[in-house]
């Protein structure tokens, strides 16, 4: 499976890192890698992508999903819960970053459960 990627953004919901993953589906684990911009430097996808493309393909965080038939959406929720449940592992803006993502998913799903 070709890897994911998907881009941690600031409060204004610009880009401020790039989380690489690969997906195990068989095992239940998602490996992945991150890299996160410098405050003072322009956010480049690009640069981001490829960074953590080969941080990934070197080194990874792993986690796992109990759920073996679970969509890659759910990989992804895992992986940003790991980031926040392992904060001091990564920078701050990736961990800032990964809350507001998981609030944002939380307050989807939420409005998505009200509508059934």
């Not at 690489?20 to 890299?35: D, T």
């Amino acid at each position: 499976m070709n890897p994911r990627i998907v881009y941690l953004r600031n409060d204004a919901g610009v880009p401020v890192g790039c989380v690489a993953m690969k997906f195990l589906p068989e095992s239940g684990i998602v490996r992945y890698q991150i890299s996160v911009q410098n405050p003072i430097d322009k956010f480049n996808r690009s640069l981001a992508r490829t960074i953590a493309l080969g941080r990934l393909d070197v080194n990874w965080y792993s986690a796992s999903c109990q759920d073996p038939c679970a969509s890659v959406h759910k990989y992804t929720y895992v992986v940003m819960q790991h980031i926040v449940s392992h904060s001091k592992s990564y920078p701050k803006r990736a961990v800032k970053a990964a809350k507001q993502w998981i609030n944002f998913v939380d307050s989807i799903w939420s409005d998505d459960e009200e509508e059934v």
